[in-house]
């Protein structure tokens, strides 16, 4: 029987804990996190019980976990995205796409509901992960502003209007396929250029961001 090296051990339990994370997240799609339970997880990504549990000790660790992966991806990739754009308010756009998008195909609860099904430590973590996209948020906002782009403004303030306008706008947990597909962006569209707007940010004749007199 061959030897199992510390090298593909440690590639094993990292294959198998992005299995139960990709269960985990496609049960909250299909089901919701109500009645959702750990033999659920383990048997949907094909594992056993046991295996689960020698993760995440109960359903609280996997939703955290799963919380904080997605976050994390999903905050490399938008800064990638946003480092290849120059104008402030053309990365405003980005952000609010991306997080629209986002928050319409990731299947976690919001943020109040969150806090009704985790310990006051751990959503303590998850808001401190969560704060780094508040952040980004307010940096794209104040690059904007030096740049004569946006008025001056209280920043920490308008983040958090925007980051209200994006939870409500987002379509959670709806998947549109067809015509249902071209609505969503139409709607994404007018979201982006509301928040645009709602920011200060004028345009050109050619839509292009001009700076403010």
Same mark, same amino acid.
């Given at each position: 029987m061959?030897?199992?090296?510390?090298?593909?051990?440690?590639?094993?339990?990292? @294959?198998?804990?992005r299995?139960?994370?990709?269960?985990?997240?496609?049960?909250?799609?299909?089901?919701?996190?109500?009645?959702?339970?750990?033999?659920?997880?383990?048997?949907?990504?094909?594992?056993?019980?046991?295996?689960?549990?020698?993760?995440? %000790?109960?359903? @609280?660790?996997?939703?955290?976990a799963? #919380?904080?992966d /997605?976050? @994390?991806?999903?905050?490399?990739?938008?800064?990638?995205?946003? #480092? #290849?754009?120059?104008? !402030?308010?053309?990365? $405003?756009?980005?952000?609010?796409?991306?997080?629209? /998008?986002?928050?319409?195909?990731?299947?976690?609860? !919001?943020?109040?509901?969150?806090?009704?099904?985790?310990?006051?430590?751990?959503?303590?973590?998850?808001a401190?992960h969560?704060? @780094?996209?508040?952040?980004l948020?307010?940096?794209?906002l104040?690059?904007?502003?030096?740049?004569?782009?946006?008025?001056p403004?209280?920043?920490?303030?308008? &983040?958090? $209007?925007?980051?209200?306008?994006?939870?409500s706008? %987002?379509?959670?947990?709806?998947? &549109?396929i067809?015509? /249902?597909?071209?609505?969503?962006?139409e709607?994404?569209?007018?979201?982006?250029?509301?928040?645009?707007?709602?920011?200060?940010?004028?345009?050109?004749?050619?839509?292009?961001? %001009?700076? $403010?007199?």
């Open positions: 061959p030897r199992i090296t510390a090298a593909s051990n440690a590639a094993q339990r990292a @294959e198998t804990r299995r139960v994370l990709t269960a985990f997240g496609e049960l909250l799609f299909t089901h919701g996190l109500p009645g959702l339970t750990m033999t659920d997880v383990a048997r949907h990504a094909g594992v056993g019980r046991t295996a689960v549990y020698n993760y995440y %000790a109960d359903m @609280e660790q996997l939703l955290i799963y #919380a904080l /997605e976050t @994390e991806r999903f905050l490399g990739d938008l800064r990638e995205s946003l #480092a #290849a754009l120059q104008n !402030p308010v053309d990365r $405003l756009a980005l952000y609010v796409r991306a997080q629209v /998008e986002d928050l319409s195909r990731r299947h976690l609860p !919001p943020g109040p509901a969150m806090g009704a099904v985790l310990s006051p430590a751990s959503f303590a973590k998850l401190d969560v704060g @780094e996209l508040n952040l948020l307010q940096d794209i104040r690059d904007g502003i030096a740049d004569g782009y946006l008025p403004t209280d920043v920490g303030q308008l &983040a958090r $209007l925007i980051h209200g306008t994006l939870s706008s %987002a379509a959670r947990g709806n998947a &549109a067809g015509a /249902e597909l071209d609505e969503l962006e709607r994404l569209v007018q979201t982006v250029r509301f928040i645009q707007l709602g920011a200060g940010a004028r345009f050109d004749d050619d839509g292009r961001p %001009a700076r $403010l007199a």
